[in-house]
T-cell receptor, first 112, second 112 residues
Framework: AQSVTQPDIHITVSEGASLELRCNYS??????LFWYVQSPGQGLQLLLK??????LVQGIKGFEAEFKRSQSSFNLRKPSVHWSDAAEYFC??????????FGKGTRLSVIA | DAGVIQSPRHEVTEMGQEVTLRCKPI?????LFWYRQTMMRGLELLIY????????DSGMPEDRFSAKMPNASFSTLKIQPSEPRDSAVYFC??????????FGSGTRLTVV
């Protein structure tokens, strides 16, 4: 069965510092991979997605993620974090028309 | 495009009462999903529809939960009777075949 693991429940970074959020997945076929962000009281917004091709994908708000098949990982990165990036981040996996399976999320706090 | 529209945003009800949550998907999207989000369980898929037909309702926790999609522009999730453990945020999402998942802002349900 497919699953997504986000090992870090909560991460705190300083504004301007770089960020990497980890995501590992288990999937029997070639996966479609996604990162979503959720601000308090809001729904989930798509940051980026990977279907095939270039393993480094660019998303909105300056985020990028790299698909590493050998490590079953799809880590999210940002070179310089802004205070407005504080939110909950979810990694998700799916394929074809099957519903997405989400990780438990990583809460990002940004300090001055 | 107004996005996925959910109503109400907040619902407070007494145990034993019937609760109906509503969702209007994005026009042209042929998949509709209902998710429930709690601190303990994260995001759980309850049920999803394709072209208004329920495809998988194995995530519906009990017979107290039911969902319908009478047409392409409207879906409901009903809980009858409601219990305190049903308190959660319920999200509706719609998608097209290219996995353009879009989430609504959610309904925060509190059962007292």
């Amino acid at each position: 069965a497919q699953s997504v693991t986000q090992p870090d429940i909560h991460i705190t970074v300083s504004e301007g510092a770089s960020l990497e959020l980890r995501c590992n997945y288990s999937y029997g076929a070639t996966p479609y991979l996604f990162w979503y962000v959720q601000s308090p009281g809001q729904g989930l917004q798509l940051l980026l997605k990977y279907f095939s091709g270039d393993t480094l994908v660019q998303g909105i708000k300056g985020f990028e993620a790299e698909f590493k098949r050998s490590q079953s990982s799809f880590n999210l990165r940002k070179p310089s974090v802004h205070w407005s990036d504080a939110a909950e981040y979810f990694c998700a996996v799916g394929a074809g028309n099957t519903p997405l399976v989400f990780g438990k999320g990583t809460r990002l706090s940004v300090i001055a | 495009d107004a996005g996925v529209i959910q109503s109400p945003r907040h619902e407070v009800t007494e145990m034993g009462q019937e609760v109906t949550l509503r969702c209007k998907p994005i026009s042209g999207h042929d998949y509709l999903f209902w998710y429930r989000q709690t601190m303990m369980r994260g995001l759980e898929l309850l049920i999803y529809f394709n072209n208004n037909v329920p495809i998988d309702d194995s995530g519906m926790p009990e017979d107290r939960f039911s969902a319908k999609m009478p047409n392409a522009s409207f879906s409901t999730l009903k809980i009858q009777p409601s219990e305190p453990r049903d308190s959660a945020v319920y999200f509706c999402a719609s998608s097209s075949r290219n996995y353009g998942y879009t989430f609504g802002s959610g309904t925060r349900l509190t059962v007292v």
